[in-house]
T-cell receptor, first 114, second 113 residues
């Protein structure tokens, strides 16, 4: 059984601050991990993914994430947030079984204050 | 414009009615998905479908069924809606094979009275 946990339900930061969103997964097998962003009232947008190779992956809009097999983690980071980064962030895992459907974490709401 | 399109944006109906939501993608993808997002923002896969295989999440009630005319369309039909079906339904698509990201539509918000 694949599970994804996001320990922080809500994070508040000031514009220009750095932010790290935590994601831990549990799965035995070949998987890939990804992060998506959902702005209020919109669909999800892909940010970045990891399958193999360099454990630090770069995504859109200055986001990066680091994979750790030993910690079963895939944390998302941004060095300097902008007000437009206010959204819900979802970590997801997918395998080559199950039609490659995404299994999502519960999401972290990021609120960026001016 | 290449994207995933969903209609309608919103739908309000009464218990027991039948509803159908449309999804079309112009990205040339060969796999499409339906996800349900509840009021707490929790996302759960309902179906994934390509021209070879339909995979149904075993927790999905039988009143839900996907309908596809070609690889660019995957509609969702609910035969007799229940109050717990109130949610946002998100359609997505991707290429098959490898670690492929999914592209999502804006969602259809269903309210069951």
């Amino acid at each position: 059984t694949q599970t994804v946990s996001q320990s922080d339900a809500h994070v508040t930061v000031f514009e220009g601050d750095s932010v790290e969103l935590r994601c831990n997964y549990s799965y035995g097998g070949s998987i890939y991990l990804s992060w998506y962003i959902q702005h209020h009232g919109r669909g999800l947008q892909f940010l970045l993914k990891y399958y193999s190779g360099n454990p630090v992956v770069q995504g859109v809009n200055g986001f990066e994430a680091e994979f750790s097999k030993s910690d079963s983690s895939f944390h998302l980071r941004k060095a300097s947030v902008h007000w437009s980064d206010s959204a819900v962030y979802f970590c997801a895992v997918s395998s080559y079984q199950g039609g490659r459907a995404l299994i999502f974490g519960t999401g972290t709401t990021v609120s960026v204050s001016p | 414009e290449t994207a995933v399109f969903q209609t309608p944006n919103y739908h309000v109906t009464q218990v027991g009615n039948e509803v159908s939501f449309n999804c079309k993608q112009t990205l040339g993808h060969d796999t499409m998905y339906w996800y349900k997002q509840d009021s707490k923002k929790l996302l759960k896969i309902m179906f994934s479908y390509n021209n070879k295989q339909l995979i149904v999440n075993e927790t999905v009630p039988r009143r839900f069924s996907p309908q596809s005319s070609d690889k660019a369309h995957l509609n969702l039909r609910i035969k007799s809606v229940e109050p717990e079906d109130s949610a946002v339904y998100l359609c997505a698509s991707s290429f098959t094979g490898g670690a492929r990201e999914q592209y999502f539509g804006p969602g259809t918000r269903l309210t069951v009275l």
